[in-house]
């Protein structure tokens, strides 16, 4: 996912999940959700489990879960992009009526989807990465808000 942000602009500590989704949502103009089918088991990240994306207009926003052993959830808000200036390996797929870039490793047992995007202009609104299947993401994106293609952003790396 995208570099975190220096010490001096991180939020403030949260108890739950739902109090760290609402201090997102007061900082992005996309609605703010946790997608269906995640682990029961899902936790804020100890270290950094909200932290804004850098050098991003409009500023996005991302929640960084935890579950099992080691492994991760990232949530982008606002503006989704893959770590980098993209992804040479990734496919464009379907999150339900929008388009969207998705990378998949299969040794790793990692995905990273970007949504709505498409693998020549790969930003979108949302971004979902994880220690899930291709298949498993994609289903999890479709349970998120539609983002009427208006609002997709031009975003240069």
């Known amino acids: 996912m995208a570099a975190q942000a220096p010490p001096s602009i991180r939020p ?3 108890s739950s999940i739902a109090q760290a989704l609402a201090y997102v949502a007061k900082r992005v ?24 994306l850098l050098s991003t ?14 492994k991760h959830v990232y949530i982008q808000y606002g503006l989704g992009i893959f770590d980098g200036c993209g992804s040479e390996s990734a496919s464009d797929v379907r999150v339900g009526t929008m388009p969207g870039a998705l990378t998949e ?11 709505p995007a498409t693998t020549t202009h790969p930003v979108g609104r949302y ?11 994609l289903r999890m994106a479709r349970s998120m808000p539609v983002v009427p293609e208006t609002h997709q952003v031009d975003q240069g790396c």
Do not use: C, M, N
Request: proline share 11%.
């Open 12 to 14: 403030p500590h949260f």
């Open 29 to 52: 103009d996309v609605k703010v959700v946790l997608p269906d089918g995640l682990p029961l088991s899902v936790a804020l990240s100890r270290d950094t489990p909200v932290y804004p």
């Open 57 to 70: 207009t409009p500023q996005g926003w991302v929640l960084h879960l935890t579950y099992g052993v080691k």
């Open 105 to 115: 490793s299969h040794p790793a047992g990692w995905s990273e989807l970007i949504w």
């Open 127 to 137: 971004g979902l990465a994880g220690s899930f299947s291709a298949r498993q993401v």
